[in-house]
């Protein structure tokens, strides 16, 4: 059975750090691309990362704060979080679509693997 987990979520206060991680099994990484997502009731889904084989990116609204990486050993992916903000607060998904590299932006991507989201609060 092929799915992602994610874990690391959790309360903090702005300023602070989180690691999230993403476990695959079922598939492994160094196939796919993973990107990253985040939301918040009421709102549309946001593309934070993604990474590939070849490229890691983050959007510019966590450049400097926000790094992607997977151990292609553990079939793992990682988001680092880092200055978190109360902006950031949101439930963060992991994904994998179906092709080797994830192409120019995160909005071109075409999930067909979620995880299930890990909650990241953050207060002022």
């Known amino acids: 059975q092929r799915e992602l987990v994610e874990s690391g979520g959790g309360s903090v206060q702005a300023g602070g750090s989180l690691r999230l991680a993403c476990a695959a099994s079922?598939?492994?990484?160094?196939?796919?691309?993973m990107p990253w997502y985040r939301q918040t009731p009421g709102n549309q889904r946001e593309g934070v990362a993604m990474?590939?084989?070849?490229?890691?990116k983050v959007t510019d609204s966590v450049k400097g704060r926000f790094t992607v990486s997977q151990d292609m050993n553990n079939n793992t992916l990682y988001l680092q979080m880092t200055n978190l903000k109360p902006d950031d607060t949101a439930m963060y998904y992991c994904?994998?679509?179906?092709?080797?590299?994830?192409?120019?932006?995160?909005?071109?991507?075409?999930?067909?693997?979620w995880g299930q989201g890990t909650q990241v609060t953050v207060s002022s």
């Open positions: 990474i590939d084989k070849s490229s890691a």
């Open positions: 079922g598939f492994s990484y160094g196939q796919y691309c």
């Open positions: 994904a994998a679509e179906r092709r080797p590299y994830c192409g120019a932006t995160i909005a071109s991507i075409k999930p067909w693997k």
